[in-house]
């Protein structure tokens, strides 16, 4: 498999628009991105897309996720149609759905076909209970690594505290937080700019 | 197997993804509320082991629909359901993604954009803590999560190490009989 060298010219900009993905590349990433995905995909997709193949910045990166996520859907699917067609149009679409969900719809139809047999057994539960430990903390850490990456001002980070506390803490339900928190975040970024 | 059910099956997922915002987590109770209590394809029980199965599994979590349509009508099952959940949040974000380039240079576009960063950031802060009130539960686990957390912002390395070492300590905490 070859990684992508990214031309570091289009890296430092912050719309890397102009670098080329290729319908390969796409697919083989995406691939590995759902092969990969344990625990939920937006880590892993992260991982894959700004940490190793340098396709997008991680503010580009969270901007997508950000739009993935006030749509329907899976933010991480939703990201993936914008990416397919950002870099490579309709094909480009198809290629990235394909990639991600092909492992695992073939590894969720064959756990089901052993689950009965296995799930009795105290180190497959054991070893499950330590990957979903290990599954929040990527979570986590991809969202603190976010963070450290993408510097936000004093204003966006408390935003950015808003939808933390509501759902993460209060237990908020999620529509209603998103359709107060974004209008109130884009009226600050409007603000921002003025200032 | 009839294509009754594989019309039902496009119908109710298809629906499901036009209001699935927030994704699988945010509508798994109206999963479970048509496929157990309006749908009667299955019982608590047998939703619960399915949704159990999906999240050992790699992938995104709406996988959990792939699944019911597996156990409901095999191949055709599966098939018919996740592209009934893909087809019409998919052609949303495809008009969205078209809008977003289209548009790049307007300014309200650009609020836009820069406006939902801190969102996403804080809700996947938000879906780290709640899935480790979810799955952790004495000292092992959360020291688990933790290190995971400090490994992925520490080191470039693929987090597939974390995660294997994480699996590894929950066999062992078994065996030294420290895990709850």
Redesign the interface.
């Known amino acids: 498999m070859t990684i992508a060298n990214p031309d570091p010219l289009s890296v430092a900009r912050d719309n890397p628009a102009s670098r080329l993905v290729s319908k390969r590349e796409l697919f083989l990433g995406f691939l590995k991105i ?11 997709a992260r ?1 894959v897309i700004v ?2 193949r340098q396709w997008v910045t991680d ?1 580009e990166f ?2 997508i ?14 990201a993936a ?2 990416l397919g ?2 870099f490579q149009g ?1 094909p480009g ?1 198809l290629l990235c ?1 394909a990639g ?2 092909a ?3 073939v ?3 064959s ?2 076909v052993v ?1 009965e047999r296995f ?1 009795a057994i ?2 497959v ?24 990456k ?1 510097k ?1 001002s004093p204003m ?2 408390l ?6 506390l ?4 209060l ?1 908020w ?3 209603p937080v ?1 359709c107060v ?3 109130l ?6 603000w921002e ?1 003025n200032a | 197997m009839s294509v009754a059910i594989l019309v039902q099956i496009a119908r109710v997922f298809a629906v499901l ?8 987590n ?1 509508v798994l109770p109206e999963i479970r509320r048509q496929v157990v209590d309006v749908q009667g394809w299955m019982n608590d029980a047998a939703f619960a ?2 949704f ?12 959990m629909v ?2 019911i349509g ?2 409901l009508a095999g191949i055709a099952g ?1 098939l018919v359901a ?1 592209l009934a959940i ?1 087809i ?3 052609s ?3 008009i ?3 809008a ?2 289209r548009w790049s240079d307007r300014r309200w576009l650009q ?22 009130r ?3 539960h004495d000292v ?3 020291g ?10 520490f080191s ?1 390395r ?3 190490w ?2 294997a ?7 062992i ?2 065996h030294l009989g420290v ?1 709850t």
């Not at chain 1, 539960?125 to 450290?148: N, Y």
């Not at chain 1, 935003?159 to 933390?164: R, T």
């Open positions: 759902g092969l990969l995905g344990f625990g939920g995909i937006a880590p892993w991982h940490e190793e503010k969270a901007a996720l950000g739009i993935g996520q006030i749509l329907p859907g899976p933010n991480t699917m939703n149609v914008m067609d950002r309709i679409v759905l991600q969900m492992m695992p719809l590894i969720v139809t756990l089901a689950y799930a105290a180190e539960r054991a070893a499950l209970i330590g990957a979903a430990a290990g599954a929040a903390g990527l979570v986590l850490g991809t969202a603190l690594k976010m963070f450290q993408i936000l966006p980070l935003i950015a505290a808003i939808p933390f509501a759902v993460g803490v237990g339900p999620l529509v998103v928190v974004v209008p975040s884009i009226a600050a970024a409007a700019r | 993804s036009l209001v699935s915002i927030g994704g699988a945010a082991n399915l159990a199965i999906s999240h050992a599994a790699p992938g995104p979590n709406i996988i792939s699944l597996w156990q599966l996740t893909m019409p949040s998919c949303l974000a495809f969205a993604s078209r977003v380039t609020l836009g954009k820069e406006g939902v960063v801190p969102v996403a950031l804080g809700l996947i802060v938000a879906s780290g803590v709640s899935m480790m979810t799955s952790d092992v686990t959360v688990i999560s933790l290190l995971t957390a400090a490994f992925v912002v470039r693929n987090p597939l974390a995660l070492a994480g699996t590894c300590v929950g066999v905490a078994l895990l």
